[in-house]
């Protein structure tokens, strides 16, 4: 299917894109930045700390730096508002393995 038509199904809300089956972003985009988009995803929808630390740990593993995930962070204050950036920043930084020195106790 080319973008054109995957597109109007996204547009009519087509049931079968769900299934992840045809033409999956990998395809299109290498794994740092699909890391790095999962990552924006998950603070803008203030995902809990289990998924972002899944979400950090395959970022890792696909070369992504801390400084990139903290210029994620930094962009996501104009999408999401700093409130959520500030909320998903301990879960990312305990993800990474960054203690009491950086993460408030209620946040590990």
């Known amino acids: 299917m080319d973008d ?5 199904r996204f547009c ?3 049931a079968s894109l769900a299934d992840g089956s045809e033409a999956p972003w990998s395809e299109a985009l290498d794994g740092r930045t ?13 995902a809990p700390a ?3 630390r899944s979400a950090v740990d395959e970022a890792v593993a696909a070369g992504v730096t801390l400084h990139e995930m903290v210029a994620v962070l930094d962009g996501m ?8 950036a500030v909320a998903a920043a301990p879960r990312i930084a305990a993800a990474l393995g960054y203690g009491d020195d950086l993460v408030p ?3 590990l």
Do not use: K, Q, T
């Open 105 to 107: 106790d209620p946040f």
């Open 77 to 84: 204050v104009g999408v999401v508002g700093l409130p959520r």
């Open 4 to 8: 054109v038509e995957r597109l109007r």
């Open 34 to 46: 699909i890391a790095l988009i999962r990552i924006g995803a998950l603070i803008a929808s203030s």
């Open 12 to 14: 009519v809300d087509d």
């Open 50 to 52: 289990a998924s972002m």
